[in-house]
């Protein structure tokens, strides 16, 4: 993930994505099951549900990770990151990737 074009020229964009990486493959299974209710509901319609499915699932993840991988967080605090500034740039970096699936889904189905 660190050959990323934006990765190399934005420092913070890389330790978003290392920090992402703790919950990447739960939020991707999370962001495509939405993608798929809302291919199998037949309409953009659904997004709305599915937002909501994704925001609740995400602030989940990361209470998880915060409670079950507390050692990981003094890494990032070292470098000069903020724990929740930290968890906001992910959760808008995973809301992005579940905007851009989500996109591809309706113009597909459209």
Known sequence: MT?????RQHPYMRVILIFYRNFLWPA?????????????????????????????TNLFLGLS??????????????????????????FLFDMMLWLLLSWVTIEILL
């Open 28 to 56: 991707i299974g999370i962001s495509l099951f939405a993608c798929w209710l809302i291919w199998m509901s037949g309409s953009w319609h659904f997004i709305a549900a599915s937002f909501w499915m994704k925001v609740v």
């Open 65 to 90: 990770i915060h409670i079950f991988s507390p050692n990981q967080l003094p890494f990032f605090n070292n470098l000069g990151y903020n724990t929740i500034i930290l968890y906001t740039y992910t």
């Open 3 to 7: 050959g990323l074009l934006f990765a």
